[in-house]
């Protein structure tokens, strides 16, 4: 068989090499810039593990694809959610809601990790190449429009461990920001779906709040800002070529967990090559539902505004809060009954 041509080497396009080779397809992944990992400066994200159905974290679904957990990896079971009436809210789960990850160039990121995975199967990197979506087999470039901005701000610090979220509009329309601050490092994120043009002055009044609240001394600091899109496409074909990751739409629209949704696509992409598969077929069964949902979520989350995060935020301290989030994320009849709502509400936007 060819080798696969990839576009773009973020998350979707390096697990698709993955999956290929371990198929024992050849791959070769083409990035516009000159490494993995660049866009983010050894940032903190997280593997949430709420939503899995059957409980199962996704680092251990990354360790039954054969992925070596060789990176950074922190699993969090307290945090502090701030709601918008100002009251601090302390949850706990019994296992970890999220594993905190790093995103970037560096050794100890999951980027770097699953690069050196895959040139020890064999895959070809090449960057500073950019690849026409054209040329290539498997799209994985990315968001291509803005549905949500995200600016990030990462930096050094001696203050302790710090898991913390703030849920209010008047922070960031319809999003959320975070500090996560472990073993000296840091990063604060806010995320929001509207008021783009107001972006700088959220940004300012988070960094004023969190530099109040906790007394952060910060040295080499570094600001990025991302765009993030989602759609459920009718199809993740573009000719011949198949789309993964938020090329093809497959983003969390309720919080943003975008990888599991990058991973799995370039999953069944890989499955789809390598038996002959319909890859709309595969995606539309194992991922449209995941979509759909966290459509509903997003549109209830929109709809309750900050009282609706007053209510969720002391509900959650009453339990352990990775069992009630995952109860937030589960399928029902009410949410089946929104969906064509929050499908028409979507409509009206990117
Ligand atoms: C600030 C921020 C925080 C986030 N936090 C989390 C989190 O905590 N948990 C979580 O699960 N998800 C999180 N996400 C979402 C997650 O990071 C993304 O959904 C996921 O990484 C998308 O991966 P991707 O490979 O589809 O796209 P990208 O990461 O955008 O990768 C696309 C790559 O393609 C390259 N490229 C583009 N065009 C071409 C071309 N023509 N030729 C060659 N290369 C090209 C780009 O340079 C880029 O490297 C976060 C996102 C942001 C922005």
Redesign the pocket.
């Known amino acids: 068989m060819k080798t696969i041509s990839i576009?773009?080497?973020?998350?979707?396009?390096i697990s698709c090499a993955y999956f290929l080779v371990t198929k024992g397809i050849a791959a070769a992944v083409?990035?516009?810039?000159p490494s993995?990992g660049?866009?983010y400066p050894m940032?903190?994200?997280?593997?949430?593990n709420f939503t899995d159905p059957d409980g199962i974290e996704f680092i251990e679904h990354l360790r039954s694809y054969g992925i070596k957990a060789d990176f950074y990896l922190k699993p969090v079971t307290e945090l502090v959610i701030r709601s918008p009436d100002g009251k601090e809210h302390l949850l706990k789960s019994k296992k970890p809601v999220w594993h905190l990850i790093k995103?970037g160039n560096q050794d100890g990121s999951f980027d770097v990790s699953l690069m050196r995975q895959c040139l020890e199967k064999g895959v070809s990197f090449h960057f500073n190449?950019?690849?026409?979506?054209g040329n290539a087999d498997v799209i994985?470039?990315?968001?291509t429009k803005v549905g949500g901005l995200?600016r990030?701000w990462v930096f050094e610090t001696e203050h302790e461990d710090v898991n913390y979220l703030v849920m209010d509009n008047s922070f960031a329309p319809n999003g959320y920001v975070f500090l996560f601050v472990a073993g000296g490092h840091a990063t604060m994120?806010l995320?929001t779906l509207g008021r783009f043009d107001l972006i700088d002055a959220f940004f300012k009044k988070t960094k004023d709040f969190f530099a109040g609240r906790f007394g952060i001394k910060i040295t080499n600091e570094i600001e990025r800002t991302?765009?993030?899109n989602f759609f459920i496409p009718q199809t993740a074909m573009q000719g011949k070529a198949l789309k993964?990751?938020?090329?093809a739409g497959?983003?969390?629209y309720m919080l943003?967990?975008?990888?599991?949704?990058?991973i799995t696509s370039s999953l069944l992409a890989a499955q789809a090559i390598a038996h002959g598969e319909n890859y709309d077929m595969l995606w539309k069964k194992e991922l449209l539902p995941k979509l759909e949902l966290s459509l509903c979520n997003r549109f209830i989350y929109e709809s309750a505004g900050d009282f609706g995060f007053n209510f969720f935020t002391a509900a959650s301290e009453q339990h352990d809060f990775r069992e009630y989030m995952g109860l937030w994320h589960r399928q029902s009849l009410v949410k089946k009954a929104l969906l064509p709502i929050a499908k028409f509400a979507k409509a009206g936007k990117i």
Do not use: C, W
Request: aromatic letters at 14%.
């Open positions: 576009a773009g080497s973020g998350i979707a396009g083409y990035e516009k810039n993995v660049k866009q940032s903190f994200q997280a593997f949430e995103r190449t950019l690849l026409p979506p994985a470039i990315g968001p995200a990030e994120t995320a991302h765009f993030a993964v990751g938020e090329a497959f983003q969390d943003g967990f975008g990888m599991k949704f990058a």
